[in-house]
């Protein structure tokens, strides 16, 4: 599963979470092709991509998934724990 953390459309700011179906985006992502300019072999790949999902709320950022941050705050807490109260 390949995961990008991207800059979203304003109008999904307000919502959660949304969901566009692969038929749409597909649609949006060979438009956008055409328009730019790219080779037919990029624009035939475009039925090859899955959906999308927008995730504004709880998603982690800069890329970082779930457990590496745990693992991040756990490696602090010790750290900080070490080093400033023992």
């Known amino acids: 599963m390949d995961v990008t ?7 999904y700011d307000d919502v ?5 179906p ?5 649609k949006q992502i060979r438009d956008f092709r055409l ?7 990029k624009i035939n790949q475009t039925e090859q991509i899955s959906e999308l999902f927008i ?17 991040m705050l756990l ?5 900080f ?3 400033c109260l023992i």
């Open 5 to 11: 953390c991207a800059p979203v459309p304003s109008k």
């Open 16 to 20: 959660p979470f949304a969901y566009i």
């Open 22 to 26: 692969p038929s749409q985006w597909q």
């Open 35 to 41: 328009k730019i300019g790219c080779s037919e072999e």
């Open 55 to 71: 995730c504004n709320e709880r998603c982690i950022q800069a890329g970082i998934g779930y457990v590496p941050s745990l693992i």
């Open 75 to 79: 490696s602090f807490s010790i750290a």
């Open 81 to 83: 724990i070490k080093n």
